[in-house]
């Protein structure tokens, strides 16, 4: 699995000319969210189902297992906390994506991030992002990893 997500504002996708037009949409901070409340609460999706999904497989496909995609001793601690019992509708003026849209605007959902941590700091919590610029860094896949 794998995201197409992009950020661009409308102006940057609203255009006559169809392939001048940037493509994707925003909605990696809905995705969590969405596919919860869409598979886990309506549609009996197993929690570990959307864990492997979102979590292990991604990390696994990428070749960035075992440092990403698992709570596990050595690996990076990237958590979320999750409130599985709110619900709340998504509202584009309050997402902190820069697009400014979301294609899921005004859709109701049972699940909300609460708060987000990358390698053990916090860089998202009550609604705002709290992650200094500059604090990423690159993962590099398994493979290349053992040979550089």
């Known amino acids: 699995m794998t995201s197409d997500h992009v950020g661009w504002a409308r102006e940057l996708k609203d255009t006559p000319d169809i392939f001048a037009a940037r493509s994707g949409v925003p909605g990696l901070e809905t ?9 886990v ?26 440092q990403k995609g698992a709570i596990a001793l050595g690996a990076d601690a990237d958590l979320v906390i999750f409130d599985p019992a709110e619900q709340w509708r998504i509202d584009e003026r309050e997402l902190v994506c820069h697009a400014g849209w979301s294609p899921y605007h005004e859709r109701d959902v049972t699940g909300r991030v609460k708060q987000v941590l990358v390698r053990g700091t916090t860089v998202f919590a009550g609604g705002e992002v709290r992650g200094r610029v500059g604090s990423g860094r690159v993962v590099r896949p398994v493979r290349e990893q053992e040979a550089g």
């Open 31 to 39: 995705t969590l969210p969405l596919m919860f409340s869409e598979g």
């Open 41 to 66: 609460v309506k549609r009996g999706l197993p929690l570990g189902t959307l864990l492997h999904v979102l979590c292990e497989g991604p990390a696994a496909r990428y070749r960035l297992a075992p």
